[in-house]
């Protein structure tokens, strides 16, 4: 028996915001970043709670990446009067360190009688999906933990792309591969079924049709919602199926050499889909058959297995040289001194992720260690 959980409420669309006007409560707790401040956009949540006469109380120290300190600080400051409601707004670290304050305090104080309170997610950027994902990561010193449960899933999310309007062209192109690659990686997972399927493939045709329109021009409108919906669609999917081994690379590579996480995911993605279609053995077990049904589904040649995956994978190079996505590791700044000091804690970090276990192909040390030297190279080794 398998399961699909669907959650949380999702508003979307233009003027999405407004469904702040239908919630109840007394207290608020607003999870955000200084940015989020200063370009105006917390003001546009607090002046609905206004209005509404709620109360409440700002926690914007939330930074990129966010640390275990940062979650005991919001967590001191959540307990000082225990909301009915808590907003997060911003991108998926804002939203991650919502997660994991709730979910800690709740756990601190579960016995004390306190009734949960409504989580509200309202992402700022259009990547991480982490308004409709029970994950969250969390660094600590110069590692990525990722925490999965259920308790963290918001009951709300709002997508209104009117917040993603401003986001710069590098920003738009680090989230939309990591859109990109969330439905990439839930697609091949163990935990793949029917109803992940759907929206992965959903996810896969918007990021290559409106992607590059809102790197080109983050003024179009329709674009922006497009891949703000893609993002969330993503999440419903890999929320369900999980990731895979790009995502455990990743947050060990960004952790170690502070790579944003998009960025970091789009440096290894292709070297990964290579490495689990066995593109250059049989190059025909499941996860190949769905890469060349994928290329398929977006007109691209694939006569045979090979030859979808193969050009899946230049879709993804062209993607990433369109938008000026550095074509290796080494090219973002990173010498070959400090990479190979450093690789066996990568390889060990990216091991014991949790993506790893659901990846469609089994991988050991040596599979690992030759993934982020290709990726370091940028160049496929067979």
């Avoid at 000082?80 to 939203?95: K, R, T, Y």
């Avoid at 895979?244 to 944003?260: D, E, N």
């Amino acid at each position: 028996m398998n399961e699909f959980l669907i959650k949380p409420k999702i508003y979307f669309g233009a003027n999405a915001l407004e469904c702040i006007e239908t919630l109840d409560g007394r207290n608020a707790f607003i999870v955000t970043d200084k940015a989020m401040v200063k370009f105006g956009l917390t003001d546009k949540v607090c002046a609905i709670l206004q209005r509404k006469q709620i109360n409440y109380r700002l926690y914007d120290d939330v930074a990129s990446d966010p640390d275990i300190s940062a979650i005991v600080k919001g967590m001191k400051l959540m307990d000082e009067n225990f909301p009915d409601l808590v907003i997060a707004l911003g991108g998926g670290s804002v939203i991650d360190a919502a997660k994991a304050v709730i979910y800690a305090l709740w756990h601190c104080r579960k016995d004390t009688g306190l009734t949960k309170p409504c989580f509200i997610a309202i992402p700022t950027t259009s990547g991480t999906g982490s308004e409709v994902t029970s994950f969250s990561v969390i660094k600590s010193r110069t590692e990525k933990l990722v925490i999965v449960d259920e308790f963290m899933l918001p009951d709300i999310a709002i997508l209104d792309p009117s917040l993603v309007q401003s986001v710069p062209p590098a920003i738009t192109a680090d989230t939309g591969m990591d859109v990109l690659c969330h439905a990439l990686e839930a697609y091949v997972s163990r935990q793949a079924n029917d109803f992940t399927d759907a929206l992965a493939e959903k996810t896969v045709k918007l990021v290559f049709g409106h992607l590059i329109d809102c790197y080109n021009n983050g003024n179009n409108a329709l674009a922006r919602e497009k891949m703000h919906n893609a993002s969330c669609i993503a999440g419903m999917s890999f929320t369900n199926a999980s990731l895979g081994i790009t995502h455990s690379l990743a947050h060990a590579l960004g952790g170690m050499f502070a790579i944003p996480h998009g960025k970091a995911n789009a440096l290894l993605m292709s070297y990964v889909v290579a490495f689990n279609a066995d593109f250059y053995g049989s190059c025909d077990n499941q996860a190949a058959r769905k890469y060349a049904e994928l290329a398929r589904m977006l007109a691209l040649p694939a006569e045979t297995t090979r030859q979808g995956v193969n050009s899946l994978i230049v879709a993804i190079n062209v993607l990433k040289e369109e938008m000026n996505i550095p074509t290796s590791i080494k090219a973002v700044g990173i010498s070959e001194s400090a990479f190979s000091e450093r690789l066996s804690s990568l390889v060990h970090q990216a091991l014991k992720d949790n993506c790893t276990p659901t990846n469609p192909r089994d991988v050991s040390a040596w599979d690992m260690e030759t993934l982020y030297q290709q990726a370091y190279a940028g160049v496929a080794m067979s």
